[in-house]
């Protein structure tokens, strides 16, 4: 496998409070992995980081990494494209990663398929999204989507309307027309109902299999479905990482997370 995205030994500290400490995280090309942990754990920054929202005081993320032979030495060197530490919080967006915050954020006087047209990675000016042109190959990439995030049979259906977990879906959606190679999804099963949250396990999973994501979530059974390697922050710090069944055994995690 190869790396995606590689963060090496971020800091970062808020008037003395050390809110990331000195923490190392990975993730490889068509991998699904999840993030736990208790209110104040450093989740959020964490994902500020990766998005260019929060710039820490030391450390290095790097995304896109390649192999290149070198014909001098004969060997193949590692070399990362980019550092998101020098991006802007667009470009990195530009680069493909992508994050849905825990409340959707949808047009809802739109319908579901407009509310996927308005959203693909291309220029628009205010006429173009007004009067909406599409081509059959976009047409196509809409009607892919709407298959991968289970609203195909609502895709004319006004998105206020919709459900709290079918929007959660909805901007799922309107992430994946941008083209992402890395999401960044938080708390996605918050609010849903039982029948919701395992077609978003479905989801995701399904997602994982050609694009790298990172799930932020506080129910443990939901993540315990997601079936992926799981890592528990604590105090900005890595307290545990590995299946969900040896993290909810682990004594230090069972100390500060899960409250026992």
Same mark, same amino acid.
């Given at each position: 496998?190869?790396t995606?995205?590689?963060?090496e030994?971020i800091?970062?500290?808020?008037?003395?409070?050390k809110?990331?400490?000195?923490?190392?995280?990975?993730?490889?090309?068509?991998?699904? +992995?999840?993030i736990?942990?208790p209110?104040g754990?450093g989740?959020t920054?964490f994902?500020?980081?990766?998005?260019g929202?929060?710039? !820490?005081n030391?450390?290095?993320?790097?995304?896109?990494k390649?192999? &290149?032979?070198?014909?001098?030495?004969q060997k193949?060197q590692?070399?990362?494209?980019?550092?998101l530490?020098?991006k802007n919080?667009?470009?990195i967006?530009l680069?493909g990663? #992508?994050? +849905?915050?825990?409340r959707p954020?949808?047009?809802?006087?739109?319908?579901v398929f407009?509310n996927?047209t308005?959203s693909?990675?291309?220029?628009?000016? !205010?006429?173009? &999204?007004?009067?909406q042109?599409i081509?059959n190959?976009?047409y196509e990439?809409?009607?892919k989507?709407l298959?991968e995030?289970n609203?195909?049979?609502?895709?004319n259906?006004v998105a206020g309307?919709l459900?709290?977990?079918q929007?959660?879906w909805?901007?799922i #959606?309107?992430?994946?027309?941008?083209? !992402?190679k890395l999401?960044?999804?938080?708390? !996605?099963?918050?609010?849903m109902?039982?029948?919701e949250?395992k077609?978003t396990v479905?989801?995701?999973?399904?997602?994982?299999?050609?694009?790298s @994501?990172i799930? &932020?979530?506080h129910?443990m059974?939901?993540?315990k479905?997601l079936?992926c390697e @799981?890592?528990?922050?604590?105090?900005?710090?890595?307290?545990?990482?590995g299946s969900i069944e040896?993290v909810?055994?682990?004594?230090?995690?069972v100390? @500060?997370y899960?409250?026992?």
């Open positions: 496998m190869s995606l995205l590689k963060v030994k800091s970062v500290t808020f008037d003395g409070f809110a990331i400490n000195n923490l190392s995280y990975s993730i490889e090309k068509s991998e699904l +992995k999840a736990i942990g209110n754990a989740k920054t994902m500020d980081i990766i998005t929202q929060t710039k !820490p030391e450390g290095k993320v790097l995304f896109g390649r192999e &290149v032979w070198l014909e001098s030495d193949y590692t070399i990362w494209e980019e550092n530490l020098s919080e667009s470009q967006a680069l990663i #992508g994050r +849905k915050f825990q954020t949808v047009f809802e006087l739109k319908s407009e996927l308005i693909l990675k291309k220029n628009r000016n !205010p006429f173009n &999204v007004l009067f042109k081509s190959e976009e990439k809409i009607e989507i298959n995030i609203l195909d049979i609502e895709k259906r309307e459900s709290h977990g929007k959660q909805l901007e #959606g309107m992430l994946l027309t941008q083209d !992402p999401l960044l999804i938080d708390e !996605p099963a918050a609010g109902t039982v029948n949250r077609k479905q989801i995701l999973r399904k997602l994982s299999s050609d694009k @994501v799930v &932020v979530e129910d059974e939901f993540v479905d079936e @799981v890592t528990v922050l604590h105090e900005g710090k890595i307290l545990a990482e040896s909810s055994s682990d004594k230090n995690v100390e @500060v899960l409250g026992r």
